[in-house]
Structures are given as structure tokens and as C-alpha cells.
């Protein structure tokens, strides 16, 4: 037997997991779960629609985070970023495109930035001095470094994800940009 299916909109469910979370979750935050597979698309009359029941399960999850937060002192919670709207996560540049194996910023941020806490017992860069990330991917390493004042290199084996973090970062030539995705497509 086929169970019936609770089917809702993007802006519906934005709603309901506001009120279920306690939280402002935006339509922001229901696409980017569509977007990564964490709940499934249903697409009827040109609409997409999700799974009210799924979505509940997708939020108990973060839920059950909450109570371990509560009982394991051990772990540094606060790098879980929870309290963030994913267009928080998703800062200034860091929005400009799809990359999965982004970081949020301000997990680098924190090991970055010159604060200590009861995890973070020291200092590991400093503002002048230089951080090399030899797979830079999309440049969150190298963005963040430049808030703080850091240099920081970036080396990665794309030709694509290293124009995305020059973007980032720099002065880009637009004339090079052109002739590099032509060179892509």
C-alpha cells in the first residue's frame, strides 16, 4: 500500500519548518535542501513541492544535534554554526555559485581569526603573515584569510574552481576570463 504524500510548496515550507525549527528558515534555506539531495522534489503542474512529512524529519534530525549539544561538553558545538540562516553560511562571495565541497566561512573564519576559547587554546596565523591552501577549491580559505589580513596562496588542480577564486579575490581580466571559457566549453 502506497502511503499518501503531505505535498507542499517551497514557500509553505519555509513556513512550517520556521514554526517547527523556532527559527527563520527562508525559501533560501528549502532550495538549498532540494539542491543537495537532503529532501526529495516532487514537480506537479510546473511547481516543485516537497514532502511536509520529509521535511519534519529532515529538522528532527538537527533537533536531536541539540539535545547531544546539551549533554557532550567534550565536542565544540559552536562549530556546528546552527544558529546561522544558510544565507548566512553563505556570505558576500561565497553566494555567487553552486560548489558542494565549499566551507561555510565562518568555520574558517574561526580557525583563522586571532580569538581563543575553551577549544581554540591558541593563535595559529596572524595578519601579514602567509597561509598556503594547496586545494583551494572555491577560495573560501583565501577570501577569508583576506578579511583578516592574512596572504594567503591558493593552489587547486581546476582551472575552473581557480578563476572562481580569483573572482573571489581579485582583479580579473575579463578579456583571459573569456578566452578561458571558451578554452572550457
Request: glycine share 6%; charged share 30%.
Amino acid at each position: 500500500m502506497e502511503e499518501k504524500l503531505d505535498l507542499i510548496s517551497i514557500k509553505e515550507a519555509a513556513r512550517v519548518a520556521s514554526l517547527f525549527t523556532g527559527k527563520s528558515v527562508t525559501t533560501s534555506n528549502i532550495s538549498y535542501l532540494i539542491n543537495y539531495a537532503l529532501i526529495k522534489k516532487y514537480i506537479l503542474d510546473n511547481s516543485v513541492l516537497i514532502d511536509k512529512e520529509e521535511l519534519y524529519k529532515y529538522y528532527e534530525k538537527g533537533n536531536l544535534k541539540n539535545k547531544y549539544m546539551e549533554k557532550d561538553k567534550t565536542i565544540n558545538w559552536k562549530l556546528a554554526f546552527s544558529e546561522f540562516k544558510e544565507s548566512e553560511t553563505t556570505k558576500h562571495v561565497h553566494r555567487l555559485h553552486p560548489y558542494k565541497g565549499k566551507f561555510i566561512p565562518q568555520l574558517v573564519e574561526y580557525f583563522l581569526n586571532t580569538e581563543k576559547d575553551e577549544f581554540k587554546k591558541e593563535v595559529f596565523f596572524n595578519a601579514g603573515e602567509i597561509i598556503l591552501d594547496p586545494f583551494c577549491g572555491s577560495g573560501t580559505t583565501l577570501v577569508q584569510a583576506n578579511e583578516l589580513g592574512i596572504n594567503a596562496i591558493g593552489i587547486d588542480i581546476s582551472e575552473f574552481n581557480s578563476i572562481i577564486s580569483n573572482v573571489k579575490i581579485g582583479k580579473f581580466n575579463l578579456d583571459i576570463l573569456k578566452k578561458i571559457g571558451k578554452k572550457i566549453e
